[in-house]
């Protein structure tokens, strides 16, 4: 594991280290200007998707950016079933993380779906073309690398951390992606 992950994991992620992982989350708090203005210069960047903002200090330790992968849709609906029929019933959207711990991020791409039958969205994980993804990643990664981020590649942020627990995940099921950015979601 790289030796800069490591310290951050030990810094945060260790039992004693909890206080140490509050404040930081509380220090981030201030930087919300900062990332006011990163997600603005984004909406400029990719000016025909849709771009929400789905920060929650509280729970993760990063900062959030869903991206709307249709060109078609400008701006996020209130009601998601009626967001998915406008779109053919599937949304994709590009999930940005940007740790507060490391000036690192990572993105994926998810699906969801509705399942009227039972009466339940379905999320999946979609693996896009370079393509598909070219109008969006290309500006996102210059935009990054202009304020010093970088991007964990896919296989550091699914290594396991053996020796870290967190509030909802146990020993042995700790990614690097969840000390880096939240427990809550999952790398793909």
Not at 10 to 21: T, V, W, Y
Not at 160 to 188: A, H, M, W, Y
């Amino acid at each position: 594991m790289d030796e800069a992950i490591q310290s951050v994991i030990n810094r945060f992620f260790l039992p004693s280290k909890l206080e140490a992982r509050l404040q930081a989350q509380e220090t981030a708090g201030g930087r919300l200007p900062e990332w006011s203005n990163l997600l603005d210069q984004l909406r400029r960047a990719i000016p025909q998707y849709a771009v929400q903002d789905f920060t929650n200090l509280k729970n993760d330790w990063c900062f959030i950016l869903e991206i709307l992968l249709h060109r078609s849709e400008k701006s996020f609906l209130d009601d998601d079933k009626k967001l998915l029929s406008h779109l053919g019933g599937r949304k994709r959207s590009l999930m940005l993380f940007v740790s507060i711990f490391s000036p690192l991020y990572y993105y994926y791409v998810s699906e969801m779906s509705y399942d009227y039958q039972h009466d339940q969205f379905a999320f999946d994980y979609y693996q896009p073309t370079e393509l598909e993804l070219e109008e969006v990643i290309q500006p996102l990664n210059r935009m990054m690398k202009s304020k010093n981020y970088s991007l964990l590649p896919k296989k550091d942020a699914e290594k396991l951390v053996p020796e870290v627990q967190t509030d909802c995940l146990e020993k042995g099921k700790v990614t690097v992606f969840n000390c880096l950015f939240s427990e809550l979601f999952t790398p793909r």
